[in-house]
């Protein structure tokens, strides 16, 4: 079996589709994943908020003053304050040079412009500041008219605010960079391209399939031997290749799918198997030749790449919501939650229960496939 | 008695180096005579049927291979000879028959029989993605696990099919005849007793041809059975000792070349180049002895002969007689082609 092993890593050693679909294009296509997705984040992040203020002569005007310079000081601050008239004002919104103007009274108003290329983001946050800071006079001005004893103590709170919910986290570091998803799939993708790894055991060990396949049956090796010497040695290649990948994406792009590393590996490994076995089974599937079947196994392998959330990201919630069952049984959808559950989770029970559905796959394909291929004599060549 | 021991006996009776030549050739007939007189059986089919849907394949084929003889499986393209050998290798159910290699019966399972038996298929089948020496490497070893004897035995498939200066290049890089040759070495390179050979020179060039001829009766020299499966009389008739012919899935005729070739009438054809001859003298020519057809056309004198040795000089000795001018004389033999005409009705080749 050891020379059986040896010959089959050579051949697919040599193989340049088998490396172009498994290393080379998981590589582009998570490059160009990185180029797309990573100055998205950064245009979510927040950024200080040009606002015009007029103030008017009184308290109220006073205590807005008090505010916002307050909140426009320091290295990072919350807005970027211009006091002027409302003239001033307005010709400052026109023009989009402020995202909103405050006007002080006995209730602030706040004035937005209707340019629909406007920062609707930051708008909704001057609405909220605005809306919090008129709530907040309205009560300290009813507590001094009413219970003027308790306006320090109304004072104090406004200073020292209460947090009833407290954020836990699920994990020390979780990742949860929404587009780390789309890695995941990638990963997915590339471990079940191993399929046609798999394929290529099975038609070449099939007599009725080819010449080669002929050759090897009326040898006087077993063939049970041979099968499973080829599919040691398919899925170790292909391990070697996904390792390659999954290295590229950890630690040359940095996109962060190496949370808990011996696990991420053996979803890797397992998802390797799982793949090379569903192409083995495949590959017993008829008696199309090999281009024929290379080709439906990626018929196969997409569609489930796609439930999975490759091209969608929240095709995986989605099928959860609707048909769970089926992310429950999908190679891809398990392979991509393992990795999930390992950035975002600290337990491995839903980890466990992932690998070894994939790892149950693998053996029912492996069974299924050699019952096929057992096949002692055909009926037709 | 042994091969070197027959031709020490007959040439050392002279120093005529005529007299080497013969008795060499006389030693080796002896040789393979004794050997298949004393041989047994090494491949038996009984009544073996074997159908497709409606198709009968096989129809009810009997075959007896001795150890040691290289038997011919002729028959045109369709015949059932590639089933035949299919279902002698296990690979084909059948519907009906026995098949037994060496006493035993061969099934999918009987691996230390199929240690027995090199087989070189029809297509050739080899890994693209591996070189020359490494092919056979993998070949022979799903028969010879010893690392060091399989290496040994490598090497000499290799020599023996002359790929010495290939043993790096991959099959793509091959021509057709050296990779018929890989094909070979592949089938044959663990020294199996039985080697099949399933039409192995389709699509060769000639040089190849001889070359994998030469070898095939050099690996029945050294002690293998050779069971020999082609569409072309020629390879046949050149290097086997007995032939079948089968038509349809039927076995027609088997014997030895001459056995064969007496089963027809025909057994002398002559043809001279002759300006012009009467209908008298046709019909004069149809009755010298064991002519049984003549006929003339476009300057052309066919005489087809049943029997007799000097038909030849009797045809030639009644056109002298007549003063009748002649060019070019040829007298020929019947081929296997013509016993396949006779028998079937239809050329060999299609």
């Known amino acids: ?381 | 008695m042994s091969y070197q021991v027959l031709t020490f006996i007959t040439t050392n009776q002279s120093e005529n180096p005529l007299y080497f030549s013969h008795a060499e050739q006389a030693a080796q007939r002896y040789h393979t005579i004794w050997r298949l007189l004393m041989a047994n059986t090494a491949v038996k089919i009984e009544n073996l049927v074997k159908r497709y849907g409606e198709v009968i394949a096989v129809d009810h084929l009997n075959l007896t291979i001795r150890e040691g003889e290289i038997f011919g499986l002729l028959g045109p393209n369709g015949c059932g000879k590639t089933t035949t050998i299919n279902c002698l290798l296990s690979l084909l159910s059948y519907d009906k028959g026995d098949i037994e290699i060496f006493g035993e019966e061969i099934t999918p399972t009987n691996y230390k029989l199929k240690s027995q038996i090199g087989v070189v298929m029809q297509n050739v089948a080899v890994f693209d993605e591996l070189t020359v020496s490494e092919n056979i490497d993998y070949f022979c070893g799903l028969y010879i696990r010893d690392k060091a004897l399989r290496k040994q035995y490598v090497e000499e498939a290799i020599a023996f099919v002359g790929l010495e200066h290939f043993r790096k290049f991959y099959p793509k890089k091959l021509s057709g005849g050296l990779l018929r040759r890989l094909n070979i070495a592949c089938g044959i390179a663990h020294k199996p007793k039985l080697i099949i050979l399933d039409e192995p020179t389709v699509a060769v060039d000639p040089q190849s041809r001889n070359k994998i001829l030469e070898g095939i009766v050099e690996l029945n020299r050294r002690g293998a059975t050779i069971l020999y499966t082609s569409h072309y009389m020629d390879e046949v008739e050149q290097i086997c000792s007995r032939i079948a012919i089968i038509d349809q899935g039927k076995n027609l005729a088997l014997g030895t070349t001459e056995e064969l070739k007496k089963l027809i009438k025909k057994s002398e054809i002559i043809t001279i180049d002759i300006l012009t001859l009467t209908e008298e003298d046709i019909a004069a020519i149809r009755q010298l002895p064991h002519v049984y057809e003549v006929s003339f056309d476009q300057h052309k004198l066919t005489v087809l002969c049943s029997g007799g040795q000097h038909n030849l000089i009797h045809v030639l000795d009644y056109l002298q007689k007549k003063s009748y001018s002649f060019g070019y004389v040829h007298s020929e033999l019947p081929s296997l082609n013509d016993v396949f005409l006779e028998i079937t009705g239809k050329e060999l080749r299609d």
């Not at chain 1, 609707?120 to 001094?144: G, P």
């Not at chain 1, 792009?253 to 495949?282: E, I, M, N, R």
Request: with cysteine.
């Open chain 1, 1 to 381: 079996m050891i020379q059986i092993i040896f010959c089959s890593f050579k051949r697919l050693f040599r193989n340049t589709t088998n490396m172009f679909w498994i290393l080379i294009f998981p590589i582009i296509l998570g490059t160009f994943f990185y180029i797309a997705f990573s100055n998205l984040g950064a245009s979510e992040s927040m950024s200080t908020i040009p606002v015009a203020v007029v103030l008017t002569d009184d308290y109220y005007g006073e205590a807005l003053k008090q505010t916002v310079t307050q909140l426009s000081e320091g290295e990072d601050p919350f807005l970027d304050t211009t006091f002027c008239s409302e003239e001033e004002a307005r010709k400052l919104l026109e023009n989009g040079d402020v995202c909103g103007m405050i006007q002080s009274g006995s209730q602030a108003k706040l004035s937005i412009s209707a340019n629909t290329s406007a920062d609707n983001i930051k708008q909704s946050i001057l609405a909220a500041f605005v809306e919090e800071f008129n709530l907040r006079c309205d009560l300290l001005i009813d507590t001094m008219q009413k219970h003027p004893e308790n306006a320090e103590k109304v004072i104090s709170a406004f200073q020292n605010p209460h947090a009833f919910n407290e954020e836990v986290s699920l994990q020390k570091n979780p990742n949860v960079d929404t587009y780390t998803q789309y890695f995941y799939n990638l990963l997915a993708m590339a471990c079940l391209y191993a399929a046609m790894a798999g394929v290529t055991v099975a038609v070449e060990n099939q007599g009725n399939l080819s010449t080669l396949a002929a050759r090897k049956t009326v040898s006087a090796r077993k063939k049970s031997s041979m099968i499973i010497g080829e599919l040691i040695a398919a899925t170790i290649f292909e391990f070697v290749l996904n390792l390659i990948g999954f290295f590229y994406l950890s630690y040359i792009l940095k996109v962060g799918v190496d949370a808990q590393l011996p696990y991420a590996v053996l979803s890797l490994f397992t998802g390797v198997l799982t793949g090379v076995s569903l192409g083995f089974f495949f590959g017993t599937l008829g008696k199309k030749g090999k281009e024929e079947k290379d080709g439906l196994i990626f018929a196969v392998i997409m569609p489930l790449c796609f439930l999975s959330g490759l091209m969608v990201g929240n095709m995986r919630v989605l099928i959860d919501r609707v048909a769970p069952v089926v992310n429950r049984i999908n190679p891809a959808a398990l392979i991509t939650d393992s990795f999930y559950c390992l950035s975002i989770f600290e337990g491995h029970a839903r980890y466990t229960r992932n690998i070894v559905t994939l790892l149950l796959l693998s053996i029912l394909f492996i069974g299924l496939g050699i019952l096929k291929t057992r096949r002692s004599r055909y009926a037709s060549i």
